[in-house]
């Protein structure tokens, strides 16, 4: 089908040739020559061009292949030298530009450790029992109108604790009310406020004169207090600048004694240790404190500081991301908070709705309905692979060392401490670290630009202020030849004008004859008129 298809086409040509008519392959046989003209002192000018740039440049080679007394194999050698030597130039440059794009950046070993400052880990501390009976009671008469009295109060009782002690891994207690409509309207993370019960930390460090700052966050785990972690006030939706963030605190290694000790009083609960600059997210660092506990844990360090010179690249070059860029739709970003809102969206995309751990999401909140339906998604647990985040461009990690527990509240068998003195405490400190890491940049867009004169240097032997002057060369050469090419035009197109003048001028006195009036002259010599009376 497609030989018949050129069979025809062909013959098309053929017609269409056999019909050009005798003057025209007259006209063209005629114009031959000098176009054939033009094309020679065409190339000749080119080769002129080439020897002056080439020349002006320095690269004997361009001037070599453009001389006509060589030999022709003489000429096609240095020819494909010259070219060889720029596809090499190119290639080369190409790989450098591809490094920079994708492995500038180097991650090395610090070992001057004598002078280090470090910051002492968070901790988020989650209570068992954090709800307050005489707020659920008043909560559960205002909204259901439901006292202690009726049958429906434990029911709504058991509603409440549900929500309290839900979890973004284990909610199904509160899935199982997603039948009754009259939770459907309840604002959960409202109701979390008003019932849960407020506590009390003791908390002292190393530092007397610093306040190690506090505060009630929503976790994934619930209702939590997040302790010397001020990347945790982001959870709270607020508007927050991370200049204006609290710093945690650090200590100087090897010069003082890095802890931190808390005292809590009638309560027990979960311990996260993580980054103060990331939010509790793990399961690494989990302690369980329970009443009358006395527990002290150290932890190693591992710390990546980042050179400043890493602003100078994008996230994909550098391949990670500064607490104070905004990125994936977070004002102020850090791993572990980054995802969390991917959790929090697949949500809103699989079920309409966004569960109340994560405040600092917006969309509309899941009511026992909502979580039924991520609970038949089996949210979150397929998100967890789904879910990439780049890292921070600086981290601290910890890892936890040593632990000793020990319980004093029980003195024996018989005699237990009253509820009055019955404490218990968590302290964690520091080992001072003797190595940590560093990012830095290698390969910079300075070291791009010498690589690339390198390159030009060594293959074709021009440096910046050669290929310069060359391109002066040529673009001075073709203004020349433009101005002549439009003087050139704009004489024949004057010399036809003339012509043209000539021959309409030429034409015109036969007519004028035919038209012309007579002259008083030629009325002169009539014979008068003779009058009759």
């Keep these: 089908m497609s030989y018949h298809l050129v069979s025809m086409d062909s013959q098309q040509w053929w017609f269409w040739w056999r019909r050009i008519p005798a003057w025209m392959w007259k006209k063209l046989i005629a114009v031959l020559p ?19 740039a080439g020349a002006e440049a320095g690269v004997l080679a361009i001037s070599l292949i453009v001389n006509k007394q060589l030999h022709t194999l003489e000429r096609s050698i240095w020819l494909v030298v010259v070219l060889s030597s720029i596809y090499a130039a190119i290639m080369l440059s190409g790989l450098q530009y591809e490094r920079y794009l994708n ?15 470090g910051s002492l880990p968070a901790v988020t501390l989650c209570y068992y029992d954090h709800i307050d009976s005489f707020k659920a009671n008043e909560y559960i008469q205002d ?34 009310f997603a039948e009754d409509e ?24 190393f530092d007397a004169n610093f306040k190690v700052h506090v505060q009630m966050v929503m976790t994934e785990r619930g209702s939590c207090y997040a302790i010397n972690s001020p990347m945790s006030s982001v959870l709270s939706g607020k508007p927050i600048v991370y200049e204006e963030m609290e710093q945690p605190l650090s200590c100087q290694y090897g010069k003082q004694q890095c802890y931190i000790r808390m005292d809590l009083y009638e ?30 844990a150290s932890f190693k360090v591992l710390e990546t500081v980042a050179s400043k010179n890493l602003y100078e690249l994008s996230v994909a070059q550098r391949k990670c991301v500064f607490n104070n860029e ?72 910890y890892t936890m060392q040593t632990v000793k527990k020990s319980s004093w509240g029980v003195k024996n068998n018989d005699e237990v401490a009253s509820s009055e003195t019955a404490t218990s405490s968590f302290r964690w ?18 070291d791009l630009i010498v690589s690339f004169g390198g390159a030009l240097a060594f293959f074709v032997g021009v440096s910046v202020l050669g290929l310069v002057e060359m391109g002066h060369v040529l673009f001075h050469n073709m203004l020349l030849d433009i ?51």
């Design 34 to 52: 000098t176009v054939l003209a033009g094309f020679k002192s065409y190339s000749s000018r080119l080769r002129e061009m080439a020897e002056i």
């Design 103 to 117: 492995s500038p950046t180097v991650i090395s070993v610090d070992r001057d450790y004598r002078g280090w400052n």
């Design 143 to 176: 909204v259901w109108n439901v006292s202690i009295i009726d049958e429906d109060y434990f029911y709504f009782m058991d509603f409440l604790y549900a929500v309290v002690n839900a979890t973004a891994s284990n909610y199904a207690e509160l899935a199982k």
């Design 182 to 205: 009259r939770f459907d309207q309840v604002d959960l993370y409202e109701l979390i406020q008003r019932v849960d019960r407020p506590f009390e930390q003791v908390i002292s460090s």
């Design 267 to 296: 309560s027990t609960g979960v311990l996260d240790v993580h980054s103060p600059y990331e939010v509790s997210a793990t399961e690494a660092n989990i302690v369980a404190l329970h009443k009358s506990d006395e527990i002290t």
């Design 326 to 397: 905004e990125t994936s739709n977070l004002k102020i970003y850090s791993k572990s908070l980054c995802l969390a809102r991917c959790r929090a969206v697949m949500a809103l995309e699989m079920c309409n709705c966004v569960p109340f751990f994560y405040q600092f999401v917006e969309g509309p909140g899941c009511n026992p309905a909502g979580f039924e339906c991520l609970l038949d998604f089996k949210w979150p647990i397929w998100a967890l692979h789904i879910c990439k985040c780049p890292s921070t461009c600086t981290e601290i990690e």
């Design 429 to 446: 400190d520091l080992i001072p670290p003797k190595v940590r890491m560093r990012r830095d940049v290698v390969y910079s867009f300075e």
């Design 483 to 533: 101005s002549t090419l439009i003087r050139w035009v704009y004489t024949q197109a004057r010399r036809h004008r003339v012509i043209h003048r000539e021959v309409a001028e030429a034409s015109t006195p036969r007519h004028r004859h035919s038209h012309q009036r007579l002259s008083l002259a030629d009325t002169a010599e009539l014979p008068p008129f003779d009058y009759v009376n």
